[in-house]
Nanobody, 117 residues
Framework: HVQLVESGGGSVQAGGSLRLSCAASGGTYSHYCMAWFRQGPGKEREGVATIDPGGNPNYVDSVKGRFTISKDNAKNTLYLQMNSLKPEDTATYYC????????????WGQGTQVTVS
């Protein structure tokens, strides 16, 4: 059973960068479809980026060209490089995993806060 732990959040000024990490343990991480989600204050949770076992990424339109999702299978770690951050990127960011043939993501990490001012 895969467990996920995020890190790398923090406070940054608009235009700055952060890199989030999601360390996976307890399972065959490389076989999962992985994703980053976020939930801002007063907003619904939204999917930010996904990556499949082959390393193919997809992004929500609002982060295209600014965020990059990647993974290191040897380290069992998922990343989200966030550049040109905007105040509207302020949110708690979560990583999640699923078997690719299953609709729902499970498990989820505990979340890491990103604040852009």
């Amino acid at each position: 059973h895969v467990q996920l732990v995020e890190s790398g959040g923090g406070s940054v000024q608009a235009g700055g960068s952060l890199r989030l990490s999601c360390a996976a343990s307890g399972g065959t991480y490389s076989h999962y479809c992985m994703a980053w989600f976020r939930q801002g204050p007063g907003k619904e949770r939204e999917g930010v980026a996904t990556i499949d076992p082959g390393g193919n990424p997809n992004y929500v339109d609002s982060v295209k060209g600014r965020f990059t999702i990647s993974k290191d299978n040897a380290k069992n770690t998922l990343y989200l490089q966030m550049n040109s951050l905007k105040p509207e990127d302020t949110a708690t960011y979560y990583c999640a995993a699923r078997w690719c043939w299953v609709r729902d993501y499970n498990p989820w990490g505990q979340g890491t806060q990103v604040t852009v001012s």
